[in-house]
């Protein structure tokens, strides 16, 4: 090996200082001349797919106890900030790190999973009343936002929408409908509150029905954790 090369492999160390010897530098070429381009790329792919999964297991281990964290605070109605206790105990223990700033995510996670258990929840109150007066009292629900100027616009449009409460619009369209969506859960109305506020039933030809949630977010929580399907959103 030039005395250049030789040089240049000699200089490159980690930041403990450790180098990398030429003879390892040269044994590993030697290893992936002896291999096609084709039996290399496949090798990469089996290193990727490992790193994957072990942070996929990681990432799982994480998400379990956050969860269970949220559901001790929403039992214990503690606070998020009381909850980013328990947020930085968990990261700690399973040597997770996180981007920004530490209560900014564990606000972030508190708020999502508890707006997620919340929208699931008031749709299966829905879902009760609609069963305990079912034949008797025609139900509605119309769609609200928070209505301020970062509702964004596929959320806006859909701002007064009302529709049978068993409408399939609800089974897409239940919030949230976005990464840190703010959208309340849809008003529960009857047939004379909306007489009383002079609204009438959106058409099913209102092009407001097509217009979709966030990719990824097409899904109904409430419906998600009963059917066994995977829930988005956190």
Do not use: K
Request: charged share 25%.
């Amino acid at each position: 090996l030039p005395a250049s090369s030789v040089a240049w492999i000699c200089s490159m160390a980690d930041e403990a200082g450790v180098r990398v010897e030429p003879a390892a530098a040269i044994a590993w070429l030697r290893r992936r001349l002896a291999l096609s381009e084709a039996d290399w790329q496949a090798l990469l792919r089996g290193v990727d797919a490992a790193v994957d999964a072990a942070i996929d297991a990681q990432f799982e281990a994480v998400q379990h106890d956050l969860l269970a964290a949220v559901l001790d605070a929403v039992e214990d109605g503690t606070t998020a900030e009381q909850f980013r206790d328990d947020y930085e105990r968990i990261v700690q223990r399973h040597g997770w790190s996180y981007h920004r700033h530490a209560g900014w995510h564990s606000q972030l996670i508190f708020r999502m999973q508890t707006q997620n258990a919340y929208m699931a929840g008031r749709w299966d109150q829905v879902q009760r009343v609609l069963a305990a007066n079912r034949g008797r009292v025609d139900y509605f629900l119309r769609y609200v936002t928070v209505g301020d100027e970062r509702v964004r616009d596929n959320h806006a449009a859909w701002h007064g929408v009302i529709l049978r409460a068993d409408h399939p619009f609800w089974l897409t369209h239940w919030p949230p409908n976005g990464f840190n969506c703010r959208c309340p859960p849809p008003q529960l109305i009857t047939r004379r509150v909306m007489e009383r506020r002079g609204w009438a039933v959106t058409g099913d030809d209102d092009p407001r029905l097509a217009v979709m949630p966030d990719e990824g977010f097409v899904a109904n929580v409430g419906i998600a954790l009963a059917t066994g399907a995977g829930v988005t959103g956190g």
